[in-house]
T-cell receptor
């Protein structure tokens, strides 16, 4: 299957700092990227959907000024958690699809963020 | 998840068969995914159903009924490594996951 590379895998930061997570599609062009957050023992919660070259669409309750998503190319999308708080500590995972998202969704390895 | 229901937990015995059900809202439906997720790892793709019927892939099969808003994942000849969460995800213009079913396999 196609490969989505996500990094960093683990990140620890202090409250108030910003953290950037990158998601790269290595062998396909990801026209659509989905960003999810997962708290322990819970399912994946969709945060936002981004299409290459356009603004991301955020789910209700997700602050777009706090979780900045950039999808500037067909192979790279980034999520920046700004002014991080301990409650932002979570597992963040990206996934990409091609062809407008008509087929399979390929997941990155996930990034575990701990905010002290 | 939004209008996606699946059991929270299930337990089965090694070597047995287990069926995990998923019901979902039918409006705007484009397809139904099943993913497997081991603790601390990213989900891995199992199946994607768009049309009605049963699709078999080795020990795993997935069924879809579009009119009923119903799908199931069937796991045969269970192995200990099948202990994981199984996530049902509905696609319309985005992909929304159910809360997942934690499957425990007993020896």
């Amino acid at each position: 299957g196609a490969v989505v590379s996500q990094h960093p895998s683990w990140v620890i930061c202090k409250s108030g700092t910003s953290v950037k997570i990158e998601c790269r599609s290595l062998d396909f062009q990801a026209t659509t990227m989905f960003w999810y957050r997962q708290f322990p023992k819970q399912s994946l919660m969709l945060m936002a959907t981004s299409n290459e070259g356009s603004k991301a669409t955020y789910e209700q309750g997700v602050e777009k000024d706090k979780f900045l998503i950039n999808h500037a190319s067909l192979t790279l999308s980034t999520l920046t958690v700004t002014s991080a708080h301990p409650e932002d500590s979570s597992f963040y995972i990206c996934s990409g699809g091609s062809s407008g998202g008509a087929g399979e969704l390929f997941f990155g390895e996930g990034s575990r963020l701990t905010v002290l | 998840g939004q209008n996606i229901d699946q059991p929270t937990e299930m337990t089965a015995t090694e070597g047995a068969i287990v069926q995990i059900n998923c019901t979902y809202q039918t409006s705007g439906f484009n397809g139904l995914f099943w993913y497997q997720q081991h603790a601390g790892e990213a989900p891995t793709f199992l199946s994607y159903n768009v049309l009605d019927g049963l699709e078999e892939k080795g020990r795993f099969s997935s069924f879809l009924s579009r009119s009923k808003g119903y799908s199931y994942l069937l796991l045969k000849e269970l192995q200990m490594k099948d202990s994981a969460s199984y996530l049902c995800a509905r696609r319309d213009d985005k992909i929304i996951f159910g809360k997942g079913t934690r499957l425990h396999i007993l020896p």
